[in-house]
């Protein structure tokens, strides 16, 4: 079994590059962007993969309400990702509609590329942030 620091350690190291790409290379982001949005159609790879998608949601809400029961890193944020991915999880596999309908009507609502471009810096800040607070999670608990 995988020890829960090391994907903390993971997801931290993507968060910095991720952050540091959108500070420094913006425009590589958005051809990333392009890229994969002509070779992988979300709504599509959703729908069609809604099952396994939804039973991996909520395997992994398991193991993180599981993480954050047993006290090995009691932190709330496991918690409110775990409710997040049992109710995502769900929503796949009872009502995917629902959650394609709330997307559509975001998108309406607000556009998320022109707000990431907006405010890049801050958000490349916060990765920055959040990926050296899960290294040093990592550090700390696994030394």
Sequence with gaps: MVDPMVIILCIGLVSAVF??????????????????N????????LL??????????LCASAFLGYTYATDQLQDVVF??????AAAFGTLLLVSP???LQA???????YMTDAFFFKHRVLIGIFLLLA????????????I
């Design 79 to 84: 918690l409110v990702i775990a409710i997040t």
């Design 48 to 57: 069609n993969n809604r099952i396994p998608i939804g039973i991996a949601m």
């Design 103 to 109: 997307e559509r009507q975001a998108n309406k609502l």
């Design 131 to 142: 990926s050296g607070f899960m290294v040093w999670t990592y550090l700390t608990f696994s």
């Design 97 to 99: 509609n629902t959650i």
């Design 19 to 36: 952050g540091i790409l959108m500070i420094f290379a913006p425009s590589l982001v958005l051809k990333a962007e392009r890229q994969a």
């Design 38 to 45: 002509r070779l992988f159609m979300t709504d599509t790879a």
